[in-house]
């Protein structure tokens, strides 16, 4: 990174899109601490080790990226990639409700964009020249 290059947009915004994952992934942690006792599929153990791992990962990568680490670009990508993967494994596996049965095309629609997002900004040219990658 040239420390006097300016960070592209697309790096600010999925940067954000880190924090915002850590900020959501607390709420997840907390309030799966303080659940009240409700007939649940999966035990409160798995809520709360997800909104931890949702904590330290979205923290982490949206540091790094706001921060300009190199390692960062490669983390954002495969933390997007293992994020789409993890929300299908859960909805398919776990959720087993009637509004996830009739929301599942627009949870479609909404992983896609959000995937096209993250490569759309990692092949911009800016991107790559800011983590000194060609």
Known sequence: MNPRSPRPAAVTSLGCGGLIL?????????????????P??????????????????????????????RWAYPAAAALAGALAVWYWADRWLLVRTDYAQRTWPAAVVVTLI????????????STRRYFGRS
């Open 114 to 125: 959000l995937l096209t997002l993250v490569a759309y900004a990692w092949s911009r040219p």
């Open 40 to 69: 649940l599929t999966v035990p409160p153990v798995y809520l709360t080790a997800t909104g931890a791992i949702g904590v330290v990962l979205g923290l982490a990568v949206g540091i790094g990226l706001l921060g300009g680490r």
């Open 22 to 38: 850590a900020a959501l992934s607390l709420a997840r942690l907390i309030l799966s601490l303080s659940l009240p006792p409700l």
